[in-house]
């Protein structure tokens, strides 16, 4: 099993910048990739970014530029620094970890943390 906590997120500015972390425990070495996800009311959750076990990452287009992910594997922690935000990017983050096998896909969830970009 795998357990996810995200942490980071808050009220900020149009402008402003967060960085939230996903602390992983458990069988982190069964991971194939982590990705972040949101979530705001009405809309359909969407991926914000990913990173794989080999490092590769990847972004939606909305934030690609702003949004940074990365890693430290001594901390089996991943983060999502945010920068330039924007009200749009106002929603329930939630942190992914996903292992791929024979046949399908198995995803585990953070619980969510929350971001609000107001004035």
């Known amino acids: 099993q795998v357990q996810l906590v995200e942490s980071g997120g808050g009220l900020v500015q149009p402008g402003g910048s967060l960085r939230l972390s996903c602390a992983a425990s458990g069988s982190i070495f069964s991971i194939n990739a982590v990705d972040w996800y949101r979530q705001a009311p009405g809309k359909e959750r969407e991926l914000v970014a990913a990173?794989?076990?080999?490092?590769?990452?990847n972004y939606a287009d909305s934030v690609k530029g702003r949004f940074t992910i990365s890693r430290d594997n001594a901390k089996n922690t991943v983060y999502l620094q945010m920068n330039s935000l924007k009200p749009d990017d106002t929603a329930v983050y939630y942190c992914n970890a996903n292992r791929i096998f024979t046949g399908g896909r198995y995803d585990y969830w953070g619980q969510g943390t929350q971001v609000t970009v107001s004035s």
């Open positions: 990173i794989t076990s080999g490092g590769s990452t």
